[in-house]
């Protein structure tokens, strides 16, 4: 129905940066808030960041001020930019859709985000 296509995860040293995109196959942005939650070992999922179909963004305590989510409507994509990347933020992310951030409907495959030091 509606598929959501991640790209961009790799291997990043610390203090580097590292953009994930997110490609739904059809226009979805005026009817979902986007979400980036991530899973790492050892800890819960955490909803990293999130874009309303009105543009408000939310993002997570432990990477505010490093992170920014947007999203581009002409290429129909969400971004989630990731500066100043510590080890802690190694993890699996995922890009999601629902009507709200808590309530995600779709799912991508997933990227896997690896800091080295």
């Known amino acids: 129905q509606v598929q959501l296509v991640e790209s961009g995860g790799g291997l990043v040293q610390a203090g580097g940066s590292l953009r994930l995109s997110c490609a739904p196959s059809v226009s979805i942005f005026g009817i979902y808030t986007m979400t980036w939650p991530r899973q790492a070992q050892g800890k819960q999922r955490e909803l990293v960041a999130a874009?309303?179909?009105?543009?408000?963004?939310n993002y997570a305590d432990s990477v505010k001020g490093r992170f920014t989510v947007s999203r581009d409507n002409v290429k129909n994509t969400v971004y989630l930019q990731m500066n100043s990347l510590k080890h802690e933020d190694a993890a699996v992310y995922y890009c999601?859709?629902?009507?709200?951030?808590?309530?995600?409907?779709?799912w991508g495959q997933g990227t896997q985000v690896t800091v080295s030091s």
């Open positions: 999601a859709a629902g009507p709200t951030r808590y309530a995600p409907r779709y």
């Open positions: 874009i309303s179909p009105g543009g408000s963004t």
